[in-house]
């Protein structure tokens, strides 16, 4: 028997990774030929020449089903798959499958079937084989059927969607419709591969788990431990392969042990149930053959799974657009490329149309009343009567009387009309049966008005009430924090209560104690509490917001909604609600206002501070005694401009702060030329340098900021009450293997409180030396000088961070890879930056030597340049960052879980780490202008959330001393 194998390849970053080399050797193993189509780019053209020589690359146009309409397009691959017996149609979205292949082809040689696939579903609406891995035999290939399918129906630039429905759903439908007969390794399965893999391998037993699960839509950090532990459990050395795979890729940070003992049998359900409860296809078919207009009703997850599934199959009628429920927003004037209409544009159409009803169970009723006395045909997709009658239940009849009804129907819902018989809304089995206490009326006349009034569950007792007076009745529908129906209540539920309940988002609960009912304030604060506060304020009434100030109201909210605190000035107001959890923070702004003139007895802060504790005007007066040990600061280099900020910024907020050099790194003559120096390469430190570190005086935190001074500290440590170890960089990776890694790996031993910068020193040092306690910052990026621009027009630069004399940044790597993308565009330019010029060495291409840059310089340079090339194979420095801040792209190696540095993959362009591989990634962003948009945007976006370098420091004062007071309480120091 002769096997060909078409197999479509597709990574966003071009990379073919460990797990599709184990796919494809499987393959060789059950085929005798394999077709490899790659969409879009690859970083290495030549990666599968040891699998295949029939290598097709193209567009990513079309998703999979683009990949295979290409080879069946082709005369030369139509002969070579027409003479063979079986064809394999699969794609590398998926992990596996965990059995042998050859296994599998033994297991399926029994059935009878015309095509198969590993997984199928035959309930109603889903009554498919997925798509992902198929196999077509003899009486498929041989009809002309496949490639006429292709070629007529398919495009070669569909979307999505298409692909969904015309290939999947589609092709199976045409193949069914003609007689043929599939199966499946995997029948009938019960659980979606997507949103609930857990079941689909323990429950259906499928051998593949489909990527998504591990990043975008579908991810969950606690359903891919459970995923990985099943794998671990079912097959052993998967989860181990896989597991890598994802720390290669997206940077996940579990280990195997955690996996190994993690269960989850108990987490097990199937979804069969919910699709038990739509009708058939084959009834929705038969309905919209009768039809010449086709509406659906809904915008959600069922309508679309509707429009995959059989409206947009080839050969159905048109479908003239999508109804959007009363309620409901979109933005869109177009759904999946057709028109959205309310139902009110529909009734004013005089031709009948047929409609079909695709929202969740509990909304039919509500769909049935906006449709009501339009000329139209309806057909909701869940087992229901079309109408309202069977299933309703009217103003004056009891509740045992809907009990009954939803018994004798059999029925999941019960509609509730007034007298008049207008719809209200619906209750389930569970309400009526938790509200025996109550009359039929009261339960009808209250379940949900037309005002739309309610009470959610767990609200404050004076939100509460401020909602039954607003709607001015007794009685109100409770309901979830999901605006599910729970219950009724009535205004005696909600007494005076304490301000520990729940709040209506987040928790925060605006202080009702503490203002006066129809106050006029001013709130303070427009953070996560402000927000709450406001929230609140609008929703019940309480009191009047006159005025609503921040400290970045500018920055923040420029279209004017938030004020800065100076505009108090302006306003009449009774009081100023501080909406600042932290104390440091608020007893800061209090002071502020008061230096304002504000009387203290009009400010009412949140925060727990007692009058006779926390004085800010004093601890800025006297701060802490903080020291450095610090080596003689290096032009250009970031993480000493790093630590000598932080000494800065602790000495401008009240702290006294010393620096103590180690002799050994000193280059100048004495403290002035030391001051001087730091000053040009720098700025003005304003604290105390020495020279030396035999004297160091008694402080309160005593601070190592690289490794030999790690060991200073710890000889001085009686000296401090807190001795602390700021790493920037694990710097033990800095040397060979030999004396000075193990002394600089020691370091991390030593006891010394640790300082972490960056996520991957955080997750070293807690990983690695099982550090716990400590304090951690992110980085943080100057946004005055470092932004994205105006979007001009960009020159063909590529700007290279090259640092000859750091083993780290791999200087031999670029100087290759800049050469062979030289070769090949002769009209680039290539900048370097960061050293001196003697440094650089013999370079085989032209350069631009900029030298070391002031930060004004480099970002007006980011922003005109075409590409940025930085590598780290520590922790990286702040320079990729505040390229991509300013919209350049950035390129460095895939390389130890690099992407963990990055947010990911999408936000960075992470190469092979070989010199073609780092050439190629870069040709790549030159030559393609989708890919270079996509990285600018994305790194724009996610360096977006870093915080300025002010709030960094700020953040930096208050997590060290928190440290030094759990330090000094641990120690019992007074």
Not at 579 to 590: E, G, H, N, R, Y
Not at 903 to 921: I, K, M, Q
Request: hydrophobic share 35%; with cysteine.
């Amino acid at each position: 028997m002769k096997r060909i194998a078409l197999y479509c390849f597709y990574d966003r970053d071009g990379i073919a990774d460990s797990e599709t080399y184990r796919q494809l050797r499987q393959l060789q193993r059950a085929a005798d030929e394999i077709i490899i189509i790659i969409n879009g780019a690859i970083t290495d053209e030549s990666c599968f020449d040891c699998i295949t020589r029939h290598i097709v690359k193209r567009e990513n146009l079309g998703y999979d089903a683009g990949a295979y309409r290409e080879v069946f397009c082709s005369e030369h691959y139509r002969q070579m798959i027409s003479g063979c017996d079986e064809l394999i149609v699969c794609n590398n979205s998926f992990y596996g499958p965990f059995l042998p292949l050859t296994e599998i082809f033994a297991q399926m040689d029994g059935s009878k079937a015309d095509f198969w696939g590993i997984t199928s579903s035959e309930k109603n609406l889903v009554e498919h084989v997925q798509s992902y891995f198929l196999v077509f035999r003899k009486p498929v290939l041989n009809s002309d059927i496949l490639f006429r399918y292709f070629r007529e129906k398919i495009s070669g630039a569909s979307g999505y969607d298409e692909v969904c429905s015309v290939f999947e759903n589609g092709l199976f439908n045409a193949l069914t419709e003609q007689g043929y007969r599939y199966d499946a390794l995997v029948k009938n399965i019960s659980c979606d591969l997507y949103v609930n893999p857990v079941g689909s391998l323990l429950l259906d037993h499928v051998p593949i788990v489909k990527k998504k699960v591990f990043y975008g839509e579908f991810y969950q950090e606690e359903k891919v431990k459970d995923v990985l532990a099943c794998l671990f459990h079912l097959y052993g050395h998967a989860a181990e392969a896989v597991l890598e795979n994802l720390k290669k890729r997206y940077g996940y940070n579990l280990c195997i042990t955690e996996i190994q003992n993690r269960h989850v049998q108990e987490k097990l359900h199937s979804d069969i149930s919910q699709i038990e409860r739509l009708i058939s296809k084959r009834r929705i078919m038969g309905f919209i053959k009768k039809a010449k207009k086709i509406f659906i009703y809904g915008t959600d997850s069922l309508a679309m799974h509707v429009y995959r599934s059989v409206i947009s199959i080839p050969g159905n009628p048109s479908l003239e657009g999508f109804i959007i429920p009363k309620g409901k927003k979109t933005d869109r004037e177009k759904l999946y490329g057709y028109p959205t209409f309310a139902p009110e544009e529909l009734r004013q159409r005089s031709s009948k149309a047929h409609i079909l009803i695709c929202v969740e169970e509990g909304q039919a009723g509500e769909a049935y009343k906006q449709l009501s006395g339009m000329d139209a045909s309806l057909l909701c997709v869940w087992k229901q009567e079309d109408t309202l009658e069977d299933y309703s239940v009217s103003a004056g009849e009891t509740l045992q009387d809907g009990y009954w009804k939803m018994q004798s129907r059999q029925s999941r819902i019960l509609f509730v009309k007034d007298d008049e018989g207008h719809y209200l809304g619906e209750v389930t089995k569970e309400i009526l049966e938790g509200s025996s206490g109550l009359s039929g009326d009261t339960l009808i006349a209250r379940v949900y008005n037309q005002e739309g009034i309610y009470v959610k569950k767990g609200v404050h007792p004076l939100v509460g009430k401020a909602i039954f007076k607003k709607a001015g009745m007794d009685v109100l529908p409770l309901v979830d924090e999901e605006e599910r129906l729970v219950g009724i209540c009535r205004e005696k539920d909600f007494c005076t209560g304490h301000e520990e309940q729940t709040g209506m988002k987040k928790g925060w609960v605006f202080p009702y104690s503490r203002i006066k009912a129809g106050s006029r304030i001013v709130l303070y604060g427009a953070g996560t509490i402000g927000r709450a506060f406001k929230e609140q304020i609008d929703f019940t009434g309480y009191c009047e917001m006159v005025l609503w100030v921040d400290q970045d109201a500018w920055r923040l909210f420029p279209d004017g909604t938030v004020s800065p605190p100076e505009h108090i000035a302006y306003v009449s107001y009774d009081c100023i609600l501080i909406a600042i959890k932290d104390p440091l923070v608020s007893v800061s702004a209090v002071k502020a206002l008061q230096d304002m003139g504000i009387s203290k007895k009009r400010l009412v802060p949140i925060a727990d501070v007692p009058d006779n504790g926390f004085d800010f005007q004093e601890h800025h007066k006297t701060g802490k005694k903080i020291s450095f040990v610090i080596p003689s600061p290096v032009a250009g280099s970031g993480g000493n401009r790093t630590f000598l900020r932080f000494m800065k910024s602790l000495s401008e907020r009240g702290h006294q702060v010393t620096a103590y050099v180690c002799p050994e790194t000193l280059v100048c003559k004495d403290i002035e030329s030391l001051e001087r120096d730091i000053s040009e390469h720098f700025f003005d430190l304003q604290i105390r340098l020495v020279i030396g570190t035999d004297a160091i005086e008694p402080c309160d935190i005593l601070i190592a900021t690289y490794w030999k001074s790690a060991y200073v500290v710890k000889e001085n440590s009686q000296k401090a009450r807190m001795s602390a170890y700021f790493i920037q960089d694990i710097e033990s990776y800095f040397h060979p293997m030999g004396y000075d890694f193990i002394e600089a790996y020691m370091t991390y031993q030593l006891g010394l409180v640790p300082i972490t910068y960056g996520p991957k020193v955080k997750y070293v040092i807690e990983n690695e030396f099982h550090e716990k306690k400590g304090v951690h910052f992110d980085f943080s990026i100057n946004a005055d000088v470092y932004f994205a621009g105006n979007g001009r027009k960009r020159k063909k630069r590529i700007l290279y961070g090259a640092r000859p004399e750091l083993a780290r940044r791999c200087y031999p790597l670029g100087i290759k890879a800049l050469k062979l993308v030289k070769e090949r565009n002769q009209d680039v330019e290539i900048y370097f930056y960061g050293a001196e010029r003697e440094i650089y060495g013999e370079v085989p291409f032209d350069f631009v030597d900029c030298g070391i840059l002031s930060p004004d310089a480099l970002g007006e340079l980011y922003r005109e340049s075409l590409l940025g090339l930085c590598f780290s194979t520590t922790n990286p420095s702040l320079i990729p960052y505040e390229m991509m801040r300013c919209g350049l792209p950035v390129v460095d190696i895939d390389f130890d879980n690099n992407s963990y540095n990055y947010g990911g993959f999408d936000n960075v362009l992470l190469a092979r780490p070989t010199p073609e591989g780092v050439a190629e990634a870069m040709i790549s962003l030159i030559e393609n202008p989708n890919l270079w948009d996509k990285r600018s945007e994305n790194g724009i976006v996610y360096t977006r959330n870093f915080l300025d370098d002010a709030a960094l420091e700020e953040e930096m004062e208050k997590k060290l001393l928190e440290q030094y007071g759990e330090e000094v309480n641990i120690k019992g120091i007074q």
